[in-house]
């Protein structure tokens, strides 16, 4: 995104060049060179599309690796197929901070489950691959890893005693952080930057900014978005809704799940959530290795969104182990031991704390915080009632054959009347927020295309506006 240097005003934009790091932009910037494609658009597309396959390939394997039954893992790819999917907000990096997330997820799980120190190693290299968001994903990985460990305990110092095999692991790692900074050098090299809008330190966001800069969108009447599905303050960050099922079962898992590997994603969740307040949790989440650097912390609905799929994925998957053994769905897992006590106190006081320092930050933060709520138009309107409708009928049909269910006890009855709801919650959606994207007439059409068209487009040694054609240039691009 912003490669087109009339966004930048003919300067590298660093922050958004760094992600063209990752290999499904390499190669198809490397094939459009060779073959003389000039359209990067189409190019971008087409990484993109790479870019939501490499996300849903890693859910896949993570989700057979987390859970037992075939049946939550087609739910909870199928509820991954939404992740980063309105085109409107790739400019703002929103699949970027999510693709590797999972294939990193089950990479770490299964160097732990195999006790196989390699797999946290090629997990490790691909870090560098998300640049600028590489500190939240470090912060949600040991998080999950720290209670792995609990749940598969092996000398994890290993690591460091080298075999060829981890020599392997090790010269990835070292490889990929060597390029990374070979490329970082390149772009910086002969930039001189003058003034900084994010008031940085070098690559450093001072604490107040990093609080604050990212607009922290899930303040308490954004939470009305993230759970219904409303239109809010603006369309770039709403885009995070998971469905009401996804949060049905994220909380159900919450209540009932007691297991260490749960614990990890549930409290990576949590963080995560009081990350986006821009509280006291986010303050602590500041001294983590690497979150210095984020200052968009308003930007992590997607991390969220991918976290609350898989909690809803622990918590289906118990439901689907009570309904099958005859047990009564609302029962707490057979605890032994107070480690097991400990993890649902921890989860709750975590939970707790959240829900305070969400309401201190609404109340420090509300100056800056977007004003007013978004008319619901017919579209927005249609597609709730659907919704509703949806779930409605899902209830209904459930008291009326829930004695014929009871003798069945087959979890598969319970899929299909889980992805109906699934299915029409996301794609009503999707479809009024789509309908409410901004159209542009024939003549603005026709006054942007120009521009695109250029080739090769003018490039500016200093950012600089010298002319009202410049300038009217610059609001004609940020308009497409």
Known sequence: PLWIPAQSLGLSSLPY???????????ILTLGAWFGVEDSLWLFKIAILMDQWIL???IWLLARMLFRHPATVFLVCLASLFLGLPWLTQCLLMLEIISLLPLQMYLVVRGCRERQSVWLLIAGGLLPFSAYFAGIQFFVLFIVFMALRKAYPWPWREIFRFTPVRWAGWGWVLGVVGVYLIFLIALIDGAEFVTDMENRLGPLVFLQKYLTYG?????????????AGLKGYHLTVIVEYPGWIVLVLAVYAFLHVRTWVFFGFGLATLAVLGITAGGGIAALAYGFPGMQVLSHIGQLGGILHLLLILCAGFGLDFLFRQWKRGRPLWGFVAVSGPRRHWIGIVLTVVAGV??????VSYHIHANILPQGWRDQDTVWMMALAARVFACAAAIAWWLWKRNHLALSRSPHRLTIPLTLVLLVDLIGFHIALNADYPRLNHRQQLEIMQIFS???VNFQSQRTLHTPAQVRDRQYFSLG
């Open 215 to 227: 607009h922290n969108d899930l303040a308490t009447p954004r939470l009305l978005d993230l759970i």
């Open 354 to 359: 959240y829900l305070i320092d969400q309401a």
């Open 454 to 456: 250029r080739s090769p």
């Open 56 to 58: 849903l390939i890693g």
């Open 17 to 27: 060049l760094l992600v063209l790091v990752k290999p499904p932009k390499l190669m």
